[in-house]
């Protein structure tokens, strides 16, 4: 079956009106869906981490910072743990696993999946509701200065996080 010129060009168009209109509902979804944070500045955050780590958020202080909340049994978060992962080989990453189990149950998770960021247990949900987290995965990514400069609920690929992190850090 030969395809005409046209008909391939249609579909071109078809492809890209449907790519583009995904990509403005998607974004429209997350705004919608994000949490309604009033003070911008990143929390003092001490805590243990599933390796028993201790992590104080005045580690990154003159540099961005993501946070990332996320649970083992969201699919999306494990859609999405591997541009997690490649971010956190260049930039400050702490993750918050959200009513996931034990720390061996998530410790098991990240081995299965080869991940290797910092996790913080949030079992009782407790994190996640100081910052406002309904849906997961949920990101923030705080600026140098340690204000909130981005937050986004849902999927984000690697390079808009890289991306979002570099403008972060000017």
Known sequence: MKLSKQKLQSWAKE???????????SNAISYLRSPDIQDKTLPQID?????????????????PLL????????????LEAGNIQSLSQSYNVLTVAVKSGSDEKIKNYLNEHSLEYKVINDAQGILSS???????PTTFIYDKEGKLSFSE?????TL?????MWWAGL
């Open 67 to 78: 946070i990332h909340f996320w649970a083992t049994w969201c699919p999306t978060c494990k």
């Open 153 to 157: 609920v849902g999927y984000t690929s």
């Open 130 to 136: 100081q910052f406002k987290v309904s849906a997961f």
């Open 15 to 25: 492809i890209a009106i449907t790519a583009l209109l995904v990509l403005v509902l």
């Open 47 to 63: 805590t243990l981490l599933i390796d028993q780590e201790l992590y104080s958020s005045e580690d990154a202080k003159g540099k």
């Open 160 to 164: 808009g996080l890289y991306l979002r």
